[in-house]
């Protein structure tokens, strides 16, 4: 198994980057397909991008698609989510979850473990 911790959230204004961070901690790193997903309140959680193992490919959903840059670096255990241009419809809580999924998981129930989320607010 893997443990995943989150970071990097907070308030941003509209129009402005954030970069968040997750680390994994329990097992090899580079063995997981790892995946990021958000959820505002009341609605599901959203796919927002995942990455390969090797970090050499990327998949992002449709709304950051051109916005948000995922990467990985598998000495230091962690991925990376560079996030801008900014808006309220970002607004969330970003998960970063691990997968052991052959091809592109898109979906919550395709990754077996999750962090704790982080807040990302975006001000307008």
């Known amino acids: 198994q893997v443990q995943l911790v989150e970071s990097g959230g907070g308030l941003v204004q509209g129009g402005g980057s954030v970069k968040l961070s997750c680390v994994g901690s329990g097992s090899i790193f580079s063995t997981w397909l790892m995946g990021w997903f958000r959820q505002a309140p009341g609605k599901e959680r959203e796919f927002v991008a995942a990455?390969?193992?090797?970090?050499?490919?990327?998949y992002y959903g449709d709304s950051v698609q051109g916005r948000f840059t995922l990467s990985r670096d598998n000495a230091k255990s962690a991925v990376y989510l560079q996030m801008s241009s900014l808006g309220p419809d970002d607004t969330g809580v970003y998960y970063c979850?691990?997968?052991?999924?052959?091809?592109?998981?898109?979906?919550?129930?395709?990754?077996?473990?999750w962090g704790q989320g982080t807040q990302v607010t975006v001000s307008t």
């Open positions: 990455i390969d193992r090797g970090g050499f490919n990327t």
């Open positions: 979850a691990a997968s052991r999924f052959t091809g592109w998981p898109l979906r919550p129930y395709d990754y077996d473990y």
